[in-house]
């Protein structure tokens, strides 16, 4: 095996080695989110550094302030999500959406929604 193969990450949306992302009380608006996360790359070096993962919620809704950039790509669900001061877009499998560091959104979870996601600083 080279240097390059080691950094390799594979998985799936079965991942078995799910654990818990917990959204902070005060941004749940209704709902019981069971938010989790599957981590395929969670720390990185220098500017390069980036995560990437699965992460998974129940229908609910609440409140997010992107910490990084990030990109994501629905696997499976349908979420509606509104920006402060911007657009609704409605997201279900199959759609990609790109979200700036700092964008104020509300998240309505109408189904089990499941992204693959990287965010970047």
């Not at 019981?32 to 998974?56: C, Q």
């Amino acid at each position: 095996m080279n240097d390059r193969t080691k950094h390799i990450a594979k998985s799936n949306r079965g991942a078995s080695t799910w654990e818990p992302y917990p959204l902070a009380e005060e941004t749940i608006v209704a709902g019981k989110p069971n938010a989790k996360v599957h981590w395929l790359r969670a720390t990185g070096e220098g500017a390069a550094a980036y995560y990437a993962g699965l992460w998974s919620v129940e229908p609910c809704t609440f409140d997010y302030v992107f910490a990084m950039n990030e990109a994501a790509h629905v696997i499976e669900g349908h979420v509606v999500i509104t920006q402060k001061g911007g657009p609704t877009i409605e997201l279900r499998a199959g759609d990609v959406a790109s979200f700036p560091k700092g964008a104020e959104t509300r998240w309505e979870v109408r189904e089990r929604l499941t992204k693959f996601f990287v965010d970047t600083p």
